[in-house]
């Protein structure tokens, strides 16, 4: 059973670039989440996917969309990237919308220089 | 707004038992998770609690009392291997993280 995939591992990006992160959720699960983790902190919730539509979204600007595909497969995209986007992003499954369990992916580093 | 507040560090010996607290703001909330975090790793599930009392997994357990907007992560007979970061995510409209609390096995 395999648990959930993100591509790619580690990114090198410049300022103004876009950059598009990859995640297969766990077999089973429906709901991906995805989280931006600084380094020395907790993972910052950006947003969640549900039947191929965002559901809920933190306090994150418009440059940072996603978008669900039909096999619960998902995609996190950054435009204008900045410094501070540096962080491992992290994407977390689980089956429906609850919230009690959350499987992570190995997550992608993102660095932007 | 929504927040979780845990302590940064926490040190104890192997075999010892440290109990790891978080409290949080009440408004919208309806569960507390815990997840545990090696260095350089992804965080693990260990706990969920929906409803006041004790949840005991193994050498895990995880408390909540919503009248007290309290709760916390119990780790008994301490290993080398449980040197980690611990964070409790508060269920909101969105998910919310502590800061994460190290902690430090020593021999």
């Known amino acids: 059973d395999a648990g959930v995939t993100q591509s790619p591992t580690h990114l090198i990006k410049t300022r103004g670039q876009q950059v598009t992160l990859r995640c297969s959720p766990k077999s089973g699960h429906d709901t991906v989440s995805w989280y931006q983790q600084a380094l020395g902190q907790g993972p910052q919730f950006i947003f969640q996917?549900?039947?191929?539509?965002?559901?809920q979204r933190g306090n994150f600007p418009d440059r940072f969309s996603g978008h669900q595909f039909p096999n619960y497969s998902s995609e996190l995209n950054v435009n204008a990237l900045l410094l501070g986007d540096s962080a491992l992003y992290l994407c977390?499954?689980?089956?429906?919308?609850?919230?009690?369990?959350?499987?992570f992916g190995p997550g992608t580093r993102l660095t932007v220089l | 707004g929504q927040s979780l507040e845990q302590p940064s560090e926490v040190t104890a010996v192997e075999g010892a038992i440290v109990q790891i607290n978080c409290t949080y703001q009440t408004s919208g909330f309806y569960g507390l998770s815990w997840y545990q975090q090696h260095d350089g790793g992804a965080p693990t599930f260990l706990s969920y609690n929906a409803l006041d009392g004790l949840e005991e997994t193994g050498r895990f357990s995880s408390f909540l009392s919503r009248s007290d907007s309290y709760g916390y992560l119990l780790l008994q007979e301490l290993q080398m291997k449980d040197s980690a970061s611990y964070f409790c995510q508060g269920g909101y409209s969105t998910l919310t993280f502590g800061k994460g609390t190290m902690l430090l096995v020593s021999p």
């Open positions: 977390a499954s689980s089956l429906g919308q609850g919230f009690d369990t959350q499987y």
């Open positions: 996917y549900y039947e191929e539509e965002e559901r």
